[in-house]
């Protein structure tokens, strides 16, 4: 297996997954944005996107669907909720909100804020704060809870919080409520994480 990222990329969730599981893959960290600092890499990826995942055949463009792959490929894990689990579904819905709901308004303001800054100075904070707004759910979901689903921790809480440690980076501060603090702050001591993030 073999995964192409970039630095604080979410590529961190299918890296993540595979330190947590202890499996063996190849990792290739290329500068951002790749299509532009290392045009080679349209050749193995045409999007030009990371993370991308190869593991034989298998060839695979989305962050979420990689953790899912990874744990349903090379489990049994218990980062993986069951169909037959009474949290199945909100496990669901966690993994498709992490991209859909969270991470969407966030590639706004890094594009503005990094890539193409004074471009569109109102589209960073607008859409800063329609990020913020987002968070109620997940806000109030934790409250009295350690992790998202099924009492331990998963690969929803991989995905979920990927988007908390991208708005650190982007220093979208209002993120940080407090059950989302306590949560994030929680998952980000795992050693696993630790790892995934220290890899260049």
Not at 80 to 91: A, G, R, S, T, W
Not at 151 to 180: G, M, W
């Amino acid at each position: 297996m073999k995964i192409y990222g970039t630095q604080n990329s979410r590529a961190l969730r299918p890296i993540w997954t595979a330190e947590e599981m202890g499996l063996e893959y190849e990792l290739d960290m290329m500068p951002f944005p790749p299509r532009v600092f290392q045009k080679e890499y349209l050749e193995t990826n045409m999007l030009g996107t990371v993370p991308y995942l190869v593991d034989g055949d298998v060839k695979m463009t989305e962050s979420v669907a990689m953790c899912q792959y990874i744990v349903e490929k090379y489990g049994p894990t218990e980062l993986c909720v069951q169909p037959d689990e009474k949290d199945y579904p909100n496990y669901l819905n966690w993994l498709f909100h992490s991209d859909a709901t969270l991470t969407f308004p966030q590639t706004v303001v890094l594009r503005y804020k990094f890539q193409e800054p004074g471009v569109a100075d109102g589209a960073v904070e607008g859409y800063s704060r329609w990020f913020v707004s987002r968070l109620k759910l997940l806000e109030s979901s934790l409250e009295g809870k350690e992790y998202l689903c099924s009492n331990r921790f998963t690969i929803a809480d991989i995905c979920v919080s990927y988007a908390i440690h991208l708005a650190s980076n982007l220093e979208i501060h209002q993120a940080l409520k407090p059950n989302i603090k306590r949560w994030s702050k929680n998952l980000f001591e795992r050693e696993a994480f630790k790892k995934a993030l220290s890899l260049k």
